[in-house]
C-alpha cells in the first residue's frame, strides 16, 4: 500500500460548526492536522508525537492554499484525503481534500510543510527514517 495517498472517513462534529451548523473553516485545518499526524503515525515507526516530543523535530507550515467548494453541515460523512505532492530535502507539500461520500469536493489545501530542528528552530534535511519511509512508498 502506498501512504502517498492516505484517506480516512471523518463524521463533521458540532464542535467543528459555527451557528449556522456549517463547518466553521479554521476546523478544517485542524480536521487535516489531525489526518497529516494520523497518516504520519502509520508511515513510520517512531510516530509523530515521539518525532516532535523525544527527537526534537518540527513539521511547521511554511506555505498554505485554501479554497472552499461546498459546505459540510454537522453530521456530513465524509472522506479526508491527504496526498503526497512533492518531497523535497528539507521540505513537504502536500494536497489534502474534504469530499463528500457522494464524491462533490467539499474544500481542498495545498499546504507545505519544512522540516526543522526544534532546539535551533532551522530548516534541517527531512530525517532518514522519515525520508526513506515516505520514498519507499513511492510505487
Known amino acids: 500500500m502506498s501512504l502517498l495517498r492516505f484517506v480516512q472517513p471523518h463524521k463533521i462534529r458540532f464542535s467543528e460548526c459555527d451557528p449556522a451548523g456549517i463547518v466553521f473553516y479554521p476546523q478544517y485545518f485542524v480536521m487535516f492536522n489531525n489526518l497529516f499526524e494520523d497518516w504520519f503515525d502509520e508511515l513510520t515507526s517512531i ?3 515521539n518525532y516532535i516530543a523525544k527527537h526534537r523535530f ?3 507550515t511554511v506555505h498554505l492554499e485554501a479554497e472552499f467548494k461546498a459546505i459540510s453541515r454537522m453530521g456530513d460523512q465524509v472522506w479526508l484525503e491527504l496526498n503526497v ?3 523535497g530535502k528539507k521540505s513537504l507539500k502536500l494536497r489534502q481534500r474534504c469530499i ?3 464524491g462533490e469536493l467539499r474544500m481542498s ?3 507545505t510543510y519544512v522540516t526543522t530542528s526544534l532546539d535551533t528552530h532551522q530548516a534541517i534535511p527531512i530525517p532518514d527514517e522519515l525520508y526513506y519511509s515516505l ?3 513511492i510505487p
Open 58 to 60: 518540527g513539521l511547521p
Open 135 to 137: 520514498t519507499k512508498s
Open 85 to 87: 505532492e512533492q518531497i
Open 47 to 49: 510516530g509523530y508525537a
Open 100 to 102: 463528500s461520500r457522494e
Open 109 to 111: 489545501a495545498v499546504q
